[in-house]
């Protein structure tokens, strides 16, 4: 195709870019069955982070460049999407605890007894602190450049604290340091053998993430895009907190750290740090990943309060507590927003039609239907993608950007059927949801 590209290089950049991929369903590492877990697919090397929160809000996440939105509706361990408000954020106990033992270890015995001395705290100060825990002051307090250093008289020297302790936002680029505390981590934490670990997988996991910008914030600068929080103590890289900055919302990615400081509790001390910089930053939202209720391990999510789930099916946010807590625990799939609708149709005798309450027949092979006969939660109707203007729908063909209608028999194609391209690209509409649309392109071919 040698006709000029249908958008200029400017807009062309403020493009996100997705390759479909389509419905499977795959092994579940929850529960361990063999094809317990269905998801929508698509894969990206170039998402902007104003898309990718649209994205996160409607249900998907991404794993390297493989985004997914899983079909709640038919997973045997649905994964909910989770949102702590920062500003409403109150640390519990052991999470406070966390951060003052680590801090105490930083700052050493030594250095803390002559500091009381050399640059002694009023009266107020010492009250406030034992009544306040201040998140942002507690995350900041040990780390080298905030650590006061008052001459030592004994020494004639600053005094120094026990470790030089640094916290740096960095690209998400890898390094022999990042592979080699991610191995140690895998192999000691997760007990994985380490041969399914090279550099390239790594590399796709961690290093490959969104288009990464920093932008004008006031006085200060606020990143967006894929970052590493790197942790360095005494100038090694002990812990890397893997974070997607969005334009509201820090989500957190992944986190390894050096196995032989396990017992500070780096999970805590970095998502007490990922909710500091979301206050700060004035990111407003905190994003844990995907909640499970019947996963144990994953409990530890909700103890940070107060937390959102997403509603599969309206989009809406509803407290993680109370009533969905108890519905929950009696079946995996739950919408509130579902559940309010068939309460108002159950009480008005006038509802022309009842909407099915059945559940999927778990043997129906969904991965031939298409998501339209699906009916999969959160997904535009096929009415819907019809009414958006697919026709002019952009589409990355060698390296040149075209309207779908350019496509040789685009018109006839069938939509319905989900294996033709009209077919695969309304899917991919459908999932994507109408304003990510109207902002990508799509790549088939290339
Ligand atoms: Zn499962």
Not at 113 to 134: M, S, W
Not at 152 to 177: M, N, W, Y
Request: with cysteine; proline share 6%.
């Amino acid at each position: 195709m040698d006709s000029p590209s249908v958008v200029d290089a400017e807009t062309a950049r403020k493009l996100s870019l997705f390759r479909p991929l389509g419905y499977q369903r795959n092994s579940c590492g929850y529960c361990k069955s063999d094809n317990g877990s269905a998801s929508y697919y698509a894969s990206s090397v170039a998402v902007l982070p104003e898309h990718y929160e649209l994205l996160v809000n409607g249900g998907w996440r991404r794993s390297g460049t493989l985004y997914y939105k899983q079909n709640l509706q038919r997973s045997c361990c649905p994964h909910y999407t989770l949102r702590l408000e920062a500003s409403a954020f109150k640390p519990r106990k052991d999470q406070r605890k966390a951060i003052n033992r680590w801090n105490k270890f930083v700052l050493g015995p030594e250095y803390i007894r002559k500091a009381a001395r050399l640059c002694p705290k009023t009266r107020e100060e010492k009250k406030h602190r034992k009544c306040h825990f201040d998140l942002l002051t507690a995350v900041h307090e040990a780390e080298y450049a905030n650590v006061k250093r008052p001459i030592d008289p004994e020494t004639k020297r600053p005094l120094e604290p026990a470790h030089r302790f640094e916290v740096v936002i960095e690209g998400d680029s890898v390094s022999q340091a990042k592979f080699d505390l991610f191995r140690k981590y895998q192999a000691t934490i997760h007990r994985e053998d380490l041969s399914r670990w090279k550099t390239k997988d790594f590399t796709r996991f961690l290093c490959s993430g969104l288009k990464r910008s920093t932008v004008k914030n006031g006085p200060k600068e606020r990143k967006l895009g894929s970052w590493h929080q790197c942790y360095r103590l005494d100038g090694k890289l002990i812990a890397v907190g893997v974070l997607d900055l969005m334009p509201n919302g820090v989500s957190s990615v992944y986190l390894f750290y050096d196995p032989g400081y396990e017992k500070w509790e780096f999970g805590k001390l970095s998502a007490l740090r990922e909710v500091a910089l979301a206050l700060e930053d004035s990111y407003h939202y905190y994003y844990m990943g995907y909640y499970i209720h019947s996963c144990q391990k994953m409990r530890y999510k909700a103890a940070y309060r107060p937390q959102f789930i997403l509603d599969p099916e309206s989009g809406t946010w509803d407290p993680l507590d109370g009533e969905l807590t108890r519905k929950l625990d009696v079946r995996p799939y739950v919408s509130l927003s579902r559940d309010r609708r068939l309460a108002a149709q159950t009480v008005s005798e006038s509802a022309p039609e009842k909407e099915s309450t059945a559940q999927p027949d778990p043997d129906e092979n969904d991965e031939d239907l298409s998501i339209f006969d699906l009916h999969m939660p959160g997904v535009m109707t096929l009415e819907e993608v019809e009414a958006l203007d697919l026709d002019h729908w952009l589409l990355l063909v060698h390296g040149t950007l075209v309207h779908m209608i350019d496509l040789v028999g685009w018109e006839r194609m069938p939509i319905q059927n989900p294996q033709s391209v009209k077919g695969i690209v309304a899917e991919l509409a459908a999932v994507l949801g109408p304003s990510v649309v109207k902002e990508s392109a799509v790549v088939l071919f290339d």
